[in-house]
């Protein structure tokens, strides 16, 4: 089985249209409507592993001023700042692997789309909650999507750990007890551009000190 590395991502990228990405999505709808429902455009939101989707261009539209998206895959950021143009400068574009990655500033939320469950290690989860731990301003937000136990096992060739929202709130609360409390959570489907269908789970948490 493949790795994940940024050699990876950037073939992924490199050689196929984003459109015809398996995870793509023309409209970031589900993570859009989570993130409208807990937090302002004034906010500081973090797209993590945010790769080539149009989630901050639907920000943008919404009229969010200080967003960041970080990706391993440079192949990925170039993407998105070709299609957004001008706005791209309005956008912190974050070269980086979150398995080694430390924020150096808050952010009110979170969103990760499908690149937690590529952490199989639990060294490399125990970082992902430590840096999300110490990302997250007082009663910030982290949404997080991640293939539910009725997923794949494995995603762009790669094995996953699929979650049930419980299965997240556990193994969050082993790294970072009473850190974050689950708010709200539920399934949704994703339709692949091939016409696969992967079970996602959506949880939402509220960042409850500074632990
Ligand atoms: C399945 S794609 C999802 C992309 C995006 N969130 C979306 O919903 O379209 C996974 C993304 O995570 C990135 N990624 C995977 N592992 C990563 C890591 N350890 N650190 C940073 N980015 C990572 C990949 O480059 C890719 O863009």
């Given at each position: ?116 469950h ?28 991640t293939?539910s136990r ?11 750990q699929r979650y049930d929202p419980l299965d997240l709130v556990i193994r969050l ?12 959570s ?15 789970q959506?949880s ?8």
């Amino acid at each position: 089985m493949t790795e994940s590395t940024t050699e990876h991502w950037n073939t992924r990228y490199g050689h196929n249209a984003p459109e015809g990405l398996s995870w793509f999505e023309a409209s970031p709808d589900l993570s859009l409507d989570l993130i409208l429902g807990r937090s302002g455009p004034s906010d500081a939101v973090i797209d993590i592993g945010g790769g080539a989707a149009r989630l901050p261009d639907a920000l943008l539209a919404a009229g969010y001023s200080d967003l960041s998206v970080l990706d391993m895959s440079d192949e990925a950021l170039a993407l998105s700042r070709a299609r957004l143009g001008a706005a791209a400068q309005k956008v912190a574009w974050i070269t980086a692997d979150i398995r080694k990655w430390r924020a150096e500033r808050p952010y009110n939320l979170w969103h990760d789309r499908a690149v937690f469950h590529f952490l199989t290690d639990r060294d490399d989860q125990q970082h992902y909650i430590e840096t999300m731990r110490q990302a997250i301003a007082p009663d910030g937000h982290a949404v997080i999507l991640t293939f539910s136990r009725a997923g794949p096992m494995t995603c762009s060739g790669l094995p996953v750990q699929r979650y049930d929202p419980l299965d997240l709130v556990i193994r969050l609360e082993e790294v970072a007890p009473e850190a974050f409390k689950l708010e709200t959570s539920g399934f949704a489907d994703h339709v692949t551009p091939g016409g696969a269908v992967q079970s996602f789970q959506w949880s939402v948490l509220r960042r409850l000190d500074r632990v």
